[in-house]
């Protein structure tokens, strides 16, 4: 029962709300727009850390993979920072990638919602 929340889960969820507030206030770069940190996970050995970001209104290929770049040239910057705020032996390497999950989750809830109109339609011809 005790490892349900483990210490690689608490971590990440603490770089998580770190990391947003590091990239709000320190990354003054313009080409990098709302990006949103929707989780980390960390390897049991701590040493490297999956960021996975959102950006907000940022759907093209061209603009995900400018604000990736601009968050991985900053991740040595985001981990010294980090390094400075947690208190960890050692910091984990920080891995940027996109999370597609709330588009997909957009996407799908678009289609349910036509499928529901076009029942809706057809049950009123009949």
Not at 7 to 26: F, K, N, V, Y
Not at 58 to 76: P, R, T
Not at 109 to 126: C, F, K, N, T
Request: charged fraction near 30%.
């Amino acid at each position: 029962m005790a490892k349900d929340y483990s210490r690689t889960q608490r971590i990440g969820d603490q770089m998580q709300r770190e990391l947003a507030s590091l990239i709000h206030r320190e990354i003054k770069d313009p080409r990098l727009g709302m990006v949103t940190i929707t989780g980390v996970d960390v390897t049991r050995d701590l040493a490297h850390a999956k960021v996975f970001v959102t950006m907000l209104g940022k759907d093209s290929a061209e603009d995900i993979a400018q604000n990736l770049k601009v968050l991985k040239d900053a991740a040595g910057f985001l981990r010294q920072q980090l390094g400075r705020t947690m208190k960890l032996r050692s910091v984990p390497q920080l891995h940027f990638h996109y999370d597609e999950s709330i588009r997909r989750g957009a996407e799908l809830s678009a289609l349910i919602e036509r499928a529901v109109a076009e029942d809706r339609h057809h049950e009123g011809e009949e």
